[in-house]
């Protein structure tokens, strides 16, 4: 059903330290109609993800800035209300960059981008957010590219819990790896090791990181998927492998951080074992997503990877819910249901 008015968040103050909800600013503004070329959607799932609070910064970074004062930018399914565009329908389910908001402008002169989603669904629409979406490939060209994990190696993955994390960890066992975890709770641990098979798992917050590492990783660290730098890196430089691999692929660690961060204190390790780190921003593999999207999907259906999924209900809810990417109070995916599904 259409809600009477377009609820958005913008962005009023660039945070310092942790995301407040002053930092947005509520609106509420008629929904508005497309122009020729254009389609109105009707937000359905927003996706919460790290990077929003870097877009939320003026640092440098690997796309422009949300201006003050702009709608939230945020990844989004929705379904198309109304079109003007010949090349999709009333009923598409689309997703784009459609932001903090109930309907978006998308095509024609919106400057916003949406792709179609497969008809009918081969999956519950939120997989497209989870494995099925950037999440899935992240996890899966980060690893295998960068990381070029073999049989029998030890891969550590960080934030493993977490939405990139999970997968990653289980595409390194897929391709025979010993798999080890760290994370920020017991029961995070407990789902790693008993449902998504790792062999190992370390809650970060309780336990000698560089004790649990030697003892979980005997043969040392082949490769390491690193999410979060900071102190967790540098107690794994001090396991790391001869020629190990490490993609860069996230520094949650750093994001809230006031004042410049030091680099790892034991970087010695990454010239004395001839490691190659590599970031990588998933964007840049944007023309092969289709070659993860079609491993995962037979992995997800030969049950070989699973997924949870933390659905928040409420666009009002963003502000607060984007927390629980820093306190670590969510498993998998963490998603705000903005609008009722036309399907699954
Ligand atoms: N390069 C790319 O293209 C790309 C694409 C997507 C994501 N990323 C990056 O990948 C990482 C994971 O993203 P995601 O979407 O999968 O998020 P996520 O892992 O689902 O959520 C973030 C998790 O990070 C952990 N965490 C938060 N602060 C931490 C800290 N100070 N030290 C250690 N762990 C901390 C928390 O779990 P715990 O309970 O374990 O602490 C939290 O659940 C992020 O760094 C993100 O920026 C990069």
């Not at 004790?211 to 790391?240: E, H, M, R, W």
Request: hydrophobic share 40%; aromatic share 8%.
């Amino acid at each position: 059903m259409k809600a009477a008015i377009n609820r958005q968040f913008r962005l009023a103050v660039r945070p310092v330290g942790n995301i407040k909800q002053s930092n947005f600013e509520y609106r509420e503004e008629p929904i508005p109609s497309p122009s020729d070329g254009e389609v109105l959607v009707r937000n359905v799932y927003l996706s919460l993800d790290p990077t929003n609070r870097i877009w939320m910064s003026d640092m440098p970074q690997y796309m422009p800035p949300v201006e003050i004062g702009q709608v939230m930018r945020g990844v989004v399914l929705g379904v198309v209300e109304e079109s003007k565009n010949p090349n999709f329908q009333t009923g598409d389910l689309v997703s784009g960059l459609l932001g903090w908001q109930d309907y978006a402008l998308a095509l024609g002169n919106s400057g916003l981008d949406i792709t179609r989603l497969p008809q009918p669904l081969p999956c519950p629409l939120t997989a497209f957010l989870g494995p099925l979406g950037a999440t899935g490939c992240t996890a899966y060209f980060g690893l295998l590219e960068i990381g070029q994990p073999k049989a029998g190696e030890t891969v550590v993955v960080s934030a493993a819990a977490g939405a990139v994390g999970s997968i990653a960890g289980q595409i390194a066992k897929i391709k025979g790896c010993r798999v080890v975890g760290i994370t920020g709770s017991d029961e995070k641990c407990r789902w790693l090791l008993e449902e998504l098979g790792f062999d190992a798992a370390i809650n970060y917050k309780t336990a000698d990181l560089e004790t649990a590492l030697a003892q979980s990783c005997p043969n040392g660290i082949d490769v390491y998927f690193d999410n979060v730098g900071g102190s967790i890196l540098d107690a794994v430089l001090t396991k790391i492998n001869l020629h190990a691999r490490i993609p860069l692929c996230g520094l949650i660690a750093t994001y809230n951080a006031t004042s410049p961060v030091p680099g790892p204190s034991n970087y010695s390790q990454i010239l004395m074992k001839r490691v190659r780190v590599e970031g990588f921003i998933i964007l840049d593999y944007l023309p092969r997503w289709s070659e993860a999207i079609n491993d995962i999907a037979q992995w997800l259906n030969q049950g070989k990877i699973k997924y949870a999924l933390e659905i928040v209900e409420g666009l009002e809810n963003a502000p607060s819910a984007i927390l629980k990417l820093f306190d670590g109070n969510k498993k998998g995916k963490l998603v705000v249901k903005v609008s009722e599904s036309p399907t699954i």
